[in-house]
């Protein structure tokens, strides 16, 4: 005959595995390595702060830059860290890329500009044509293009130009620029606004691009101080190849700069969809 027990049953031991101390640090750490590695290597989001670009780039587009089309330099990372003189795995930029770079004299800022003359071109502007290695570049007049008014895209002109602006059927107001079609040798096609004539934004050169830098110019050919215009005069003269940045790719996000950081429904509501997915 069994004996009975007053003995309680005893529940087995349940192991509990302690979270490891620091992961939380681990895993912060891992992401920080992670964006520096993407934003270094890949590609880092830009945002086009002034009308020089117009047409092509309107104020309030945010884009991603590619950063492994022209090597790596010291400008190519955060900060730049590591620091180091020249640049590895280098590619010249074809005429026509837009390109993202550090302008001599501002390296803690970034510029946008398009490729127009590689090391060893002649560069020339007469009355507003562009001239490269002595031929006029192919150029048509188009349409004008009429820029939807708004905060972030105020009619801007320059003297002696004056505003046209006009309301549309729907109550929109829009600013006309003349425009032109620009096709570089080797086939770049882009669209160009060219104000009035002002020199020597339109008469400039001849001068032929060193060896080791490039020739950038503005879309807004008449608002952009670019190649043409030297750092005394708030230009960026030639740009060293070492101080690019990386090459345009596509807009991810585009405000007409009505939001208000408060108001989140307006972050939508100055959304520029049109302009998402824009690539260059």
């Known amino acids: 005959m069994n004996e009975a027990t007053n003995e309680t049953p005893v529940e087995p031991e349940v192991e509990t595995k302690e979270k490891p101390k620091g992961s939380i640090w681990r895993f912060l750490l891992g992401l920080a390595v992670f964006a520096w590695v993407l934003r270094s290597f890949i590609v880092a989001p830009f945002v086009i702060p002034s009308g020089s670009m117009l047409p092509t780039m309107l104020v309030g587009d945010y884009l991603f830059v590619a950063k ?42 970034d510029y946008v500009k398009r490729v127009i003359g590689l090391p060893g071109d002649r560069i020339e502007v007469r009355g507003g044509q562009l001239v490269l290695n002595g031929k006029n570049i ?27 602006i006009e309301t549309d059927a729907d109550g929109n107001r829009l600013c006309r620029y003349p425009a032109y079609r620009e096709t570089l040798p080797g086939g770049a096609s882009y669209v160009t606004i060219d104000q009035t004539f002002v020199p020597p934004a339109d008469e400039f050169g001849p001068v032929t691009v060193p060896e080791g830098f490039v020739f950038v110019m503005g879309d807004n050919r008449d608002d952009s101080l670019d190649s043409r215009f030297g750092p005394a005069l708030g230009g960026v003269g030639f740009v060293p190849v070492d101080n690019l940045v990386g090459k345009a790719m596509f807009n991810f996000w585009s405000t007409d700069g009505s939001a208000n950081y408060f108001l989140p429904w307006t972050w939508f509501t100055s959304l520029r969809g049109s302009r998402i997915g824009v690539g260059y």
Request: hydrophobic share 35%; charged share 25%; glycine share 8%.
């Open 138 to 164: 192919e150029r048509e007049r188009l349409a004008d293009f009429a820029l939807p008014m708004s905060p972030n895209s105020v009619c801007r002109v320059i003297p002696p130009a004056q505003q046209r």
């Open 68 to 109: 492994w089309p022209y090597g790596y330099s010291k400008y190519s990372f955060p900060f730049g860290i590591p620091s180091f003189d020249g640049r590895v795995m280098e590619s010249l930029p074809e005429r026509g890329d837009i390109v993202v770079f550090r302008p001599p004299g501002k390296e803690d800022m």
